[in-house]
């Protein structure tokens, strides 16, 4: 277990506690995962700039790559936070162990979106000519690729960030795979 304790918002910048205060208001809780950036005065703002970014990816498929991916890095912290905002972009329980295990049974496209996730992830983007051929005729775009790459990117942030700090996880916790 780490000793990276989550800062309170007493504890972290004037421009942090603004954040903090916001996603008090949105979500009702600040997630650890976003208040352990706030021991840098610099990395939450920036994240959730990034974050927020505007983006060829509708909210279900940044869920899917948020799912595949996080299983991929073994993230525990992530694999619970997008379980419980799957469910609420509308997927089951069943569809969010499939996408974990870059799959879904129940859509072309978003298997083909959840497999070429993992693979991105899994071989630092060495994917070859053959995946690329599949994103592209399950009808996505070039604007859509850089976008997975971009929302991979994000994924994989908060990915490290629990995994190397062990921060509490404060969702209900994923099932194991």
Same mark, same amino acid.
């Given at each position: ?6 800062? &309170? ?14 996603? *008090?208001?949105s979500i009702g809780f600040v997630p650890n995962i976003y208040a352990s950036m706030g021991h840098s005065k610099?990395?939450?703002?920036? %994240? ?12 279900? *498929? ?14 525990? %912290?992530?694999?619970?936070?997008? =379980? ?7 997927? =089951?329980?069943?569809? !969010? !162990? ?8 129940w859509d072309n496209k978003t298997n083909v979106l959840a497999q070429t996730a993992q693979r991105i992830a899994a071989t630092n983007g060495q994917i070859g000519a053959d995946s690329l051929s599949a994103f592209h005729a399950?009808? %996505? &775009?070039? *604007? ?10 994000? !994924?994989?942030? &908060? ?5 190397? =700090?062990?921060?509490? !996880? ?5 099932? *194991?795979?």
């Open positions: 277990m780490s000793n990276f304790n989550v800062p &309170t918002r007493d504890e972290v910048s004037k421009n942090d506690q603004a954040i903090f205060d916001n996603l *008090e208001k610099n990395a939450l703002g920036s %994240y959730m700039k990034f974050l927020g970014a505007a983006t060829s990816l509708n909210n279900k *498929e940044k869920e899917v790559v948020n799912l595949a991916v996080s299983q991929i890095n073994g993230c525990r %912290y992530c694999q619970a936070a997008h =379980t419980a905002t799957g469910k609420m972009n509308g997927f =089951t329980d069943d569809q !969010i !162990i499939e996408l974990r295990k870059g799959e879904a049974s399950a009808g %996505y &775009t070039k *604007e859509n690729l850089v976008d997975l790459i971009i929302a991979i990117g994000i !994924i994989t942030v &908060t990915n490290l960030l629990h995994n190397v =700090t062990e921060v509490p !996880i404060d969702f209900p916790l994923a099932v *194991e795979l």
